[in-house]
């Protein structure tokens, strides 16, 4: 894939460098954070090498960034942890290009009125 010249002067090298796999499969189960996938199809929905996804998730699960149960593998809900995350902020842009943003006051709409018995209202 080519690049316009004016992107090629104004772009960082890190930029230009893309996205890694682990990258790219964390940011993909970070969009996806309501579900689970098994690596063939989180490779299969990301256009990745089977192996290098399976590669990527035991990577990604020893840095606490993805949990694993039986065939199936999705984004940690610690966002602190996804936030401090180096390659985050890349993938969530990545995303966001192909994607869209998500849409603050569209979750807000569909929000409970009544928080979750779980989230602590610091009383």
């Known amino acids: ?4 010249r004016e992107t090629f002067e104004n772009t960082s090298e890190r930029e230009l460098e893309g996205f890694s796999v682990p990258d790219q499969v964390l940011g ?8 689970a996938f098994e690596a063939r199809e989180i ?4 256009g990745l090498d089977e192996g290098s ?3 990527a998730l035991s990577r990604l699960k020893s840095r606490g960034l993805v949990e694993h149960k039986a065939t199936y593998w999705a984004a940690t ?4 942890r996804l936030a401090e995350h180096d390659g985050y902020e890349r ?3 990545l ?15 569909h929000a409970p009125e009544e928080p979750h018995p779980s989230v602590d209202d610091g009383q």
């Not at 894939?1 to 316009?4: E, F, K, P």
């Open 1 to 4: 894939m080519s690049i316009d």
């Open 53 to 55: 996804v399976s590669t």
């Open 77 to 80: 809900d610690d966002e602190k």
């Open 91 to 93: 993938a969530t842009a």
């Open 43 to 46: 490779a299969s929905r990301t």
């Open 28 to 35: 993909f189960l970070v969009a996806n954070s309501d579900r």
């Open 95 to 109: 995303f966001n290009d192909r994607l869209g943003e998500e849409d603050g006051e569209s979750w807000r709409e």
